[in-house]
């Protein structure tokens, strides 16, 4: 009985499933904020690297990096979530895998760098967050639509 059970399982996993236009829909959004993000963090690279006095950190913080070393971070880490957004809208499979990878580390440097700019860092992790939720749970439906 435990083998039948097992076999459907793996019988199941090979056939092809209905897309969701929901899923479709939040994995292109998914891009979409990927690419917005990922420039408007590039841009907040750019202003730390030309004005190095913009962003001014709260005193006795752990993290206390140079305003050009933010500005290098930012700038990388935007331009890497911007072209992964691209990857992800044109429903590239490891675009979904990088997409979350990069969300990761994009929520974990914007965490650090609340003290320099609270509002701003607290709105990409929460963009970073739903990036994460709609490539890991509906990442397929949109390569799937695709097909």
Known sequence: MAQGAAASQYEGA?????????????????????VMAGGFQAFSGLVALFE???????RNYLFQFDATAWGWIHLLFGIAVLLAGFAVMAGQTWARVVGIILAVLSALANFTFIPYYPFWALT???????VIWALAVHGRDLHDARA
């Open 14 to 34: 090979s056939e092809s499933h209905e897309v969701s236009g929901w899923a479709v829909g939040f994995t292109l959004f998914a891009g979409v904020m990927m």
């Open 52 to 58: 190095n006095e913009f962003y001014v950190a709260t």
């Open 124 to 130: 990409i992790i929460a963009i970073d967050i739903f």
